[in-house]
Structure formats: structure tokens, C-alpha cells
DNA sequence: AATGAATGAGCTTTCATTCAT
DNA sequence: GATGAATGAAAGCTCATTCAT
């Protein structure tokens, strides 16, 4: 029996090392992507940054092009994972509460942060000549607009008649927050998340100016 | 006599063919951008895609990199003769008026369309490390926002009080207009430029309903 | 004592198995080297084919170079053993049946099969640059000629003024055994045992006509 | 007019080198082939030996591959051409005269030497896993074997009842001249031509006693 | 004894740049 | 001014070997 668990314990260790050294492998490739663009995030500069082998991102992707692509499905994912933990959290509130807390989940540094940012922008630059990348960096168009469809449509009380309203909001506001993502990438620097989450929400506000209240007053500085 | 005049249409012709070619370069890098990706923009595909010689490029440009910050150049520079026109052509009309040829000028296939598009996205995917290429790649932050921001303050009359609501009009409508580029970018078949249009105009409305009117109802499809 | 049966048991357990993977290796190398070539027969090919670890190959060889030198000598023990065979059980006949039953060896499939001939030209590629395999693929040069000149040296009843044409036959039908493996190599679809059999036994019986009695009829398809 | 023959010289200087650079990368391939096996033939060697640039060889054959393949073509060209030269000179000869002269030529230094043979041995040694050599080392197959028959048939003055022994003749001279091929890549020091020569001629001979005249005595050393 | 993750030297290939023509 | 052959640094990838488990 001991011997049993010392087997485990060794193929654990292997497997916790393995798994340690990928997750280097993609952090390591994203800060490369990050600070010198893809066409600078090298083989050699991603062992530079990870402190590990040349050899291995061989070893667990096979080839860069597939670390890439696991890099950008990691993008996803964490971003996914982000806003559905914020909808969930908030998932027994009010929809103004939930429309709240999903915008807030989308500014968030967890995910609207520098790195992720310029990442994201790398491989939406890609995806012509690259459309593998396509499914990874459009995330939001899918299970997010569903998510935030839902919200407005809360809003309105499920109400047939409005539908059409609710769509247009969810484009409208899904633009938004690319749009503030852009601004956040090109100026990092100025860019003020209270006031682009204040931004959001007023537009949201003006869809369904009657199923807000109360009505903060418009706060600018 | 003859000798200059001859010399002078050899020389004209000389830079007219020097003219057409620095064209045919940008033109090229563009495509191959497009088509390829900037990883994908090498050397080769550009003369392969221009006809042009190898060697042109080092004989107009230097460098590679010299080309493509051009193109970058390039790029900023239509964009904004595009929508200076429209400000231009609808200088007289009022406020609304010259924010709706605005949009459209944003929006329109002049500068919205998917080669250019992917173009932008791929510069801005390195303004981190390649700086130089953030003051072209940014420019709708400079004049644009202050042609906007022109019109938001005609619209409320210059009021000093409400100054900040017209700034805050300002980022909002640039970020739109942002998502929607983003939009496009994406999902080029399904994007629609009057819905699009319709949506930046009803935000913008939202922030002034008193001074739009009369106010056309919103059409949905 | 029982302690000491288990541990003999145990002994031979593990060196049986030792002879198993060091047997499965040279198998799966030869396999390796037929299906891709020495350029191609890699340690992970081997591994793939044998089902062994990557590790076992410098557990049991030190080094691939070991191994291929191994497999050569594999090659040519197994060779040298079946002519060898062949000359035991017909060493009792007349010098002509001798004869026919060395040719037949050196045509036989054990001996004279797809995989093993590519095995053979590989190594006989090498013998410039990897000196160390000359003495394997060389093997047909000292004893089965010693072998082979013995036989012919039978037909002439040792005639020393004949021992020339004894030395001639002995040269020519080994060349002719050497080509009729190269034509088997490039053609095995064509090649044709019985015919290849029946022209080294016309060549030889060429230099004894009078020896070899009664002369059958020459057969051709 | 002047212009046009510079232009002509130009372009022809261009291409001389060009041409001159090819042959320089074949030989100095097949030059790595014989001092290091195919396998030890790389690039950095064969741009060590032939003192071209290491990007010479994509620039010339795109890739590796190509270029071995190359040299298999260039080496069966070579052989070819030696063989058909033999043939020309000869062809109002007496068959035996013309089989002489074509045993002589594959018996020849021109074809039959240390590197080209080694070279031989190394692409045969793979028809299996690329196939694409087969077609040029299999070049005693087709035109040779025909040149060869056409010799016999001509030793028999046609008989069509005889047809079976010239075949037969010509399947046996082919194996023969492969087989001192190989006796020569294995044993160079101790090959003799002469002897191989008469070897093949008294075989030649042994086919056809009655059209042979005057048979000449057995001359062995 | 056996495993397979890890290593890094060395391979082929790509590429921007140079320069003779 | 224009060309494209030539260059060699640098890229991605392969591979035999090592070694902790």
C-alpha cells in the first residue's frame, strides 16, 4: 500500500510539474506578446521570460503555433469564467443589480488589464489569416449577449412587444464595452473605469428609462 | 531649350513612376497584411502581390519596418480626410445634421471596410512594442473628439453648464463607434451600417432628448 | 532454498525480460530503417514501434549508435548462421548439390526479404563514413567465399592447375549473388527465386561444363 | 545595339553564375554524401565543403529534400549518358565488340568510382521510405537492360526461338555488373576492372559459345 | 529496472537586407 | 533607377541524451 502511494505520489509530482510548466509556457508567451507583439514573441524570448527550456514548448504544445492558440483559448476562458462568476454571484438581484455587476465584471482589472488587452487585440488582428483565433477572441458574442440579452429582457418583464428593444440595448451596449476596451488599450493611462462603468450604465439606463429607479442623478467629473 | 523640357518630362516621368511604385508598395503591404497577417507580411509576399522587385522596397522605404509604419501613416491619413469631408460638406447644417454625417462618415466603406479594419486592428495590436505606431493608430482621439465634442456643444448651445455632458457624450459616442468597428471586424457578413448608425444616433439623443426634435421613432427590425 | 529458487526465478524473470527488450529493440530498429530509412528511424519511431520507453534504448545500447551497430551485427550473424546451416545439412552431398543448397540459402527468404535487403543497402551506404559497419555487411567476402571455393574446388577434384578457374568462378557467382540481391531490392514485385537460382547454377556449372553431369536441359519461361 | 549585348552579357554573367553555383551545390552534396552519409550531409557541411552560403540551397532547390533529389537525378544522368556515349561509338561494331564496350563503361571510372557508387548505395538505401529516388536508381532497369538485349538478340542474329536465352543472358549480365558494383563500394582497393571485365565477357560468352569467335583463351591470373 | 519529462545542441528553413549587374 | 541573386542571422523544430522519480 505504501508502495501504491508513493506511485501516486511520484506520478503527481510529475503531472504537477508538467502542469506548472505549461501554465508557464502560456504566461511566459503572453507577457512575451505583450511586451514585443507576437511578431517579437519569439521562441527565445519566451524562454528568456519563462526561465525554461527551449525544448519545451516543443515538449507540451508541439509547435508555437499551437502554444499560441492555447494562449488565446486561456484568454477565453479566464474571461468567460470571470463574467459568469460575477453572474452567478449576483444571479437572486434585481436585473439593474445584475446589469450592474456584469459591466463591472467586464471593466474589471481581472480581465481589462494591460496585458490581456493587447493579447486580445494580437489575435483579433489574426483572424483572417489565422481564423482558428476567430472563435477564441469573439466570446462575446455569444454566451455573453445571451447573458446580457437576459438582463434587458428582465428589465422589461419578458415583455413580447419591447423584444426588439432589448436586442438593440444588447448590441448597443456590447459595442460599448469593446469600444471601452479599445480606449483602455490605446490609453491605458486615462482611462477611468468608474466613469467608462458609469458610461455603460447610462446608456443602458436610456433604453428603459422607466424601469430604472431610482434615477442617480448624472455624475461627471 | 528642347534639352530641358525634355529633361523635364524625363524627370516627371521618372517621379511619376517612383510615385506609382511608393503606391503599389503600400498598396501590396496592405493586402498582404490583410491576407496574411503582419507575421505573414514578409519581404516576399509583398513583391509577389505588388510584381515589384525585391530590392524596391529598401530603394523607397530603407527598411521593412519603414514600410510599415507608412502604411500606418497611410491609413490615418485617409481616415481622417474621410471624415474631414464630411464635416466639410456638412459644416452649414445643424448639429444633428453634421453629427449624423459624421457617424456616417465613421462608418461608411470609405474607411469601414474589412482590409482596413484588419489593418488598424493589426497596428494596435503593437502599440506597446512598437510606440511608434500608436500616434497614427490613435487618431480618432485626437481631432476627431474634438469635432464630436464641437457638435455636442452646438447642440446645447454652448452652455457652459452642461459642458461636461457634452464630454461625457464624447467618449461615449467614440467608444461606440469603436465597438462598432470591432463589431465589423469580427463579423463582417452579419454587421449592419444603418442599424449601426441608427444606434450611435439614438445614444446621442439619449443625451440630449430635449435638443433632437423632432424625435423619429425607433425603428427596429 | 525456496528463498533461493525466488530469487534465481526472479533472476531469470529479469533477464529473460532483458533479453525480450533488447530483442524487441533490434526488431523494432529494423523495422524503423525499412519503413523510413536510417535518416528517418529515430529514437521516437522506435519507441513507437517497439512500445518500449525512449529511455530503454540507452539502458541496453548506451547510445543509437550502438544500437544500429547491434542491428547490423544482428543482420549478419543471421545471415552467416543460415548459409551456414545450409552448408551442415548438405555437407555429406556431391559438391553440385552443395552448391545448389548454398545458392538456395543465399536466396531464401529468411535471408532474402525486403526488410532485412534495406537493411543491408543502409549499412553498405555508410561504409565510408561509419567505418565500424564494413565488417558486418562485408561478411559474404570471407567465410562463404572461403565456403563457396571450397565447393568449386570439390567439382574440380582439387586440381591445383584449376585452382584459377576455382578462384574465378568463386568471384563471379558471388558478384552474381550480390546483383541478384539488388535486383530483388529495386524489384521484389518481378523478382523470381527459382529463375534467380536457375541462372547462378547455369553461370557456375559455365566454368565446370564437364563436371557438372548429366547437364539438364536449360529451362527458361 | 551596344546596350543589347550588355544587357545580354549582364544577364548571361548572371546566369553563368547561377548555373555555376547549382553545379558547385550538387557536387559538394555529393561530396557530404560520400564523406559523411547521407545522414551526416548537412547543410552546414555542405556549405562548409562547396564555400557557398548556407541560404544558397532554399535559394536554389527551396529545400533539402530537393536538393538530394537533385543529385540522385544529376548521378542518373550522368550514368546514363556514359552508358548511350559507349553505345554511339560502337554501334557499327560486331555485337561482341559493342558488348564489350558497353561492359566497358560500366566498368568505367566515369561512373564506377568511390563517391558516385557510395552515392548509389545511399539512395537505394531508401527507395522504401521516398520513393521518389526509386525511379532514379533503378535507371539499369529500363534503357540499359533494352541496349543490353538488343546486343544478344543481335549475338543470335534474331532467332526468336532463341529469344528466352538472351533474357536470360541479359538478366544475368545486369546482376553481374550490379554485383561487382557492390564488390567494388565494399573492397575498392582490391577491385580489379580487367578481371571484372573478363568476368563478365566469359559469362556473356558462356551464353552463346557458338557465336563467340574466336573464343579467346581463359586468361586468369 | 523502467519511465518519460526535460534539455539544449544542431538541424532546416525563413527572411530582411545587401549589392553587383 | 531597377533587379534579383546572394548573404547570414535568426527563427522554429527535431532529436539523442540525461536524469529525477
Excluded at 10 to 32: C, F, I, M, P, Y
Excluded at 129 to 142: A, F, I, T
Excluded at 183 to 212: G, I, M, T, W
Amino acid at each position: 500500500m505504501d508502495e501504491l502511494v508513493d506511485a501516486d505520489e511520484v506520478l503527481n509530482a510529475r503531472d504537477r510539474g508538467k502542469k506548472r510548466h505549461r501554465r508557464q509556457l502560456l504566461d511566459a508567451t503572453s507577457e512575451a506578446i505583450y511586451l514585443y507583439g507576437v511578431r517579437g514573441a519569439t521562441i527565445d524570448k519566451i524562454h528568456e521570460i519563462s526561465g525554461l527550456s527551449r525544448g519545451m514548448i516543443s515538449l507540451h504544445f508541439q509547435s508555437k503555433e499551437n502554444l499560441l492558440k492555447a494562449v488565446a483559448k486561456d484568454l477565453a476562458d479566464e474571461y468567460t469564467q470571470n463574467w459568469q462568476e460575477s453572474v452567478i454571484a449576483s444571479h437572486e438581484g434585481e436585473p439593474v443589480e445584475r446589469l450592474n455587476s456584469l459591466i463591472a465584471a467586464d471593466l474589471s482589472p481581472a480581465v481589462l488589464n494591460e496585458r490581456n488587452i493587447a493579447i486580445w487585440f494580437s489575435f483579433r488582428a489574426e483572424v483572417n489569416s489565422h481564423p482558428e483565433y476567430r472563435h477564441y477572441v469573439n466570446s462575446r458574442d455569444s454566451e455573453f449577449r445571451v447573458a446580457l440579452l437576459g438582463i434587458f429582457r428582465g428589465l422589461i418583464s419578458d415583455d413580447p412587444d419591447r423584444d426588439a428593444e432589448a436586442k438593440l440595448a444588447t448590441n448597443t451596449l456590447t459595442a460599448l464595452l469593446e469600444g471601452m476596451w479599445t480606449d483602455f488599450h490605446l490609453n491605458p493611462k486615462n482611462f477611468d473605469r468608474d466613469e467608462a462603468q458609469r458610461a455603460c450604465l447610462y446608456v443602458a439606463r436610456s433604453f428603459f428609462p422607466d424601469n430604472f429607479e431610482p434615477q442617480p442623478p448624472l455624475d461627471i467629473q
